[in-house]
T-cell receptor, first 115, second 114 residues
Framework: DQQVKQNSPSLSVQEGRISILNCDYTNSMFDYFLWYKKYPAEGPTFLISISSIKDKNEDGRFTVFLNKSAKHLSLHIVPSQPGDSAVYFCAASGEGSSNTGKLIFGQGTTLQVKP | NAGVTQTPKFRILKIGQSMTLQCTQDMNHNYMYWYRQDPGMGLKLIYYSVGAGITDKGEVPNGYNVSRSTTEDFPLRLELAAPSQTSVYFC?????????????FGPGTRLTVT
């Protein structure tokens, strides 16, 4: 059972426009949500996170929004740049006090930003 | 500071063969992880370790074994390779004293079993 889902395999946007990547989850016990970015032939790199007690977190051009009632989060990139072209993974954790850092990942969305 | 390094980068195995995927980190991170990524899928956790001598199963441990004798190294062993183990394998580490979910990944090992 896929607890974290990214239903859009790919997204194409024009440079300078907004990119919106979406992620849905089923487990209401998740307390942290993250976005990782992956370039070809490289490992994923951490991008931004949000705690379940917040509904928005911003870091430069990247903003993550969390809607707990809808079990939905989104990543906004404004303005999009060609260097943002990559695969974006949504991830979540709901360990409570276990604190092992275990993550559950979505399938990924490939973003292409056209010049 | 090399971060997380993985060897080999690529490997082709025949069915039934065994191999060890190597992972080393030089950041003195206590926590380490092995993931696999199948085409069009997200990363699935195979095994993880919260310190030398301590390992535990993740979501998809069958067909794999791990050991953690030092803080730096976390090798993944495949016994009796099967086509279903064709995947890209990523090793990651994190510092439990920092933001625990910011994991640092290696570049991956692409494994094909035929």
């Amino acid at each position: 059972d896929q607890q974290v889902k990214q239903n859009s395999p790919s997204l194409s946007v024009q440079e300078g426009r907004i990119s919106i990547l979406n992620c849905d989850y089923t487990n209401s016990m998740f307390d942290y949500f993250l976005w990782y970015k992956k370039y070809p032939a490289e490992g994923p790199t951490f991008l931004i996170s949000i705690s379940s007690i917040k509904d928005k977190n911003e870091d430069g051009r990247f903003t993550v929004f969390l809607n707990k009632s809808a079990k939905h989060l989104s990543l906004h990139i404004v303005p999009s740049q060609p260097g943002d072209s990559a695969v974006y993974f949504c991830a979540a954790s709901g360990e409570g006090s276990s604190n092992t850092g275990k993550l559950i990942f979505g399938q990924g969305t490939t973003l292409q930003v056209k010049p | 500071n090399a971060g997380v390094t993985q060897t080999p980068k690529f490997r082709i195995l025949k069915i039934g063969q065994s191999m060890t995927l190597q992972c080393t980190q030089d950041m003195n991170h206590n926590y380490m992880y092995w993931y696999r990524q199948d085409p069009g899928m997200g990363l699935k956790l195979i095994y993880y370790s919260v310190g030398a001598g301590i390992t535990d199963k993740g979501e998809v441990p069958n067909g794999y074994n791990v050991s953690r004798s030092t803080t730096e190294d976390f090798p993944l062993r495949l016994e009796l390779a099967a086509p279903s183990q064709t995947s890209v394998y990523f090793c990651a580490s994190t510092n439990p004293g920092g933001f625990i979910y910011e994991q640092y990944f290696g570049p991956g090992t692409r494994l094909t079993v035929t």
